[in-house]
């Protein structure tokens, strides 16, 4: 049995990796002003530079063809099953899509809501395609996945809070609205919307913060890290060297580009760390 991975671009995954791997990867739409167009195609400067001018950004999910031609596409090359994972169906429509898609595929399609997104997608992806390379069935790709995803923790910093109440994704984390400016929340992903994890007063001191909670949080050697950046390469660029120093076990920390769907809705100058055991 050949059994497909796909997942959505909110995963955040390199695409020569998805490439290396074989994994599908559905956009998920970006409109700026009257302009809509899958978010790979717009760069990240570009989006910053949109929300800075105040032009209307929002995200939309994937029109259901998107994945049923995805889904044919797979199966016309040879996959007797398919595993789709997508971001949490609490933040997004998009998990709506694939299952309405999956209805009307010739091979079977399992489509899992992760209930989370960026890299903890992303790391449960490349489990699920290594698997699959390996020769697992259906059920042993989504255990996979599933395993790898209950592993996974998402830290996020944003500069602000309003990005997110505009978007309507605030969810647990608008308990925090209201704090005084110098005080910077730390954000999570917990059962599938985002939710607040602490503060603290400043840039610099959310970053030892991060630091501290993403130590801890790492298991050893089978740890994976990865620190995504929205128009915040600095800080990222810093996370991941104090990380290499503070994590020596685990695997070396990549540097990812946002999803911009997700940078679309943390605001300019938003990052994270993924903590991810295999």
């Known amino acids: ?50 929300m800075r001018a105040g032009t209307p950004v929002s995200t ?9 031609w995805t889904y044919q596409q797979a199966a016309s090359t040879g996959a007797d099953a398919i595993v789709s994972l997508q971001i949490s169906g609490r933040m997004s429509a998009t998990v709506d899509a694939a299952r309405q898609a999956a209805e009307h595929v010739s091979v079977p399609v399992h489509v899992v809501d992760s209930r989370t997104t960026g890299m903890s997608l992303g790391f449960a992806a490349l489990s699920a395609a290594r698997v699959s390379g390996a020769g697992g069935n259906a059920r042993r790709v989504i255990t996979a996945a599933e395993d790898r995803l209950a592993g996974s923790t998402e830290l996020l910093y944003v500069d602000t809070l309003e990005y997110l109440r505009k978007g309507g994704r605030i969810g647990a984390a608008r308990a925090l609205l209201g704090s005084a400016l110098s005080i910077k929340p ?3 992903v917990q059962d599938g919307e985002v939710a607040p994890l602490a503060r603290a007063r400043g840039t610099k001191r959310a970053i030892n913060r991060m630091l501290e909670l993403a130590t801890e949080r790492a298991g050893g050697a089978r740890t994976d890290l990865a620190i995504t950046s929205f128009g ?46 295999a």
């Open 232 to 277: 915040a390469d600095e800080q990222a660029e810093l996370v991941r060297d104090r990380l290499s120093e503070r994590i020596a076990g685990a695997n070396a920390p990549r540097v990812v580009a946002c999803s911009t769907v997700i940078g679309a809705h943390c605001g300019p100058g938003a990052f994270s760390i993924t903590v991810s055991t």
């Open 1 to 50: 049995m050949s059994v497909a991975v796909v997942t959505d671009s909110t995963a955040c995954l390199p695409a020569e990796l998805a490439d290396e791997l074989g994994i599908a990867v559905v956009q998920v739409q970006l409109k700026m002003g009257d302009l809509v167009n899958d978010e790979a195609r717009v760069p990240i400067p570009e989006v910053i530079e949109a």
């Open 186 to 188: 730390l954000l999570t």
């Open 60 to 68: 939309t999910p994937p029109d259901p063809n998107a994945f049923f």
